[in-house]
């Protein structure tokens, strides 16, 4: 586990990688998505999935960790899965009751939160797809008076997730929100056709 200076350290430089990469993406998703794929990989306690019943599945995912932005969609009834990493491709650009679980609650709160152990919380619901999360974040994009969305980061392994993980996690919630709004993304958001788009009104 590293020490909270190495944590520092190392969300220092990837918020100045992420900053640069996002800069030059393309669009409004590809800026979102040097966040979510930068955010499994820097954040956690990987020595958590070796504790005994680590993971809420039996046999343990292959795949463990994951991460995306739920953005508000303008009708403001529902959230969109966004620059997801390592959920079904069939959940890219979902859209998910805007009242639904902890994203919901974020959506209503504004605030953040991290739930370190999954099976503590009876309100939790499974959304992603790919495993049942045993600890997760999440940590709203705001701008001025706007909530724009939430970014959500999942272990399947109970425990991964810390307070200090949550203070990283939302300074890049905040990097986030400016790169959306500088790359057009309201507009972005409005021009998309949710005629066809799957609904989730419920987890499992």
């Known amino acids: 586990m590293r020490t909270m200076l190495e944590l520092s350290h190392d969300a220092m430089l990837a918020l100045s990688r992420v900053a640069a990469e996002a800069a030059a993406a393309e669009g409004p998703e590809d800026a979102l998505w040097s966040v979510t794929r930068t955010l499994p990989a820097l954040l956690g306690d990987r020595s958590a999935a070796l504790a005994p019943r680590a993971y809420r599945d039996d046999p343990p995912p ?16 529902h959230h969109m899965i966004s620059a997801p990493v390592n959920f079904p491709p069939e959940q890219h650009h979902e859209l998910v009751d805007i009242a639904l679980g902890h994203p919901g609650h974020v959506a209503a709160t504004r605030q953040p939160m991290v739930l370190h152990d999954t ?40 425990g991964t997730f810390g307070e200090r993980d949550l203070a990283v996690q939302t300074a890049f919630a905040g990097l986030a929100a400016a790169l959306f709004m500088a790359h057009g993304g309201p507009a972005w958001l409005a021009g998309i056709d949710t005629a066809g788009l799957p609904v989730r009104r419920t987890g499992s």
Do not use: E
């Not at 463990?64 to 009708?75: G, H, K, Q």
């Open 62 to 77: 292959a795949v463990t960790s994951a991460c995306a932005v739920f953005l508000r969609m303008p009708d403001g009834r």
């Open 119 to 158: 099976t503590l919380h009876a309100s939790f619901v499974k959304i992603l797809q790919a495993f049942r999360a045993g600890s997760s974040m999440f940590t709203p994009m705001l701008w001025k008076d706007d909530y724009l969305g939430v970014i959500i980061c999942a272990n399947a392994a109970r």
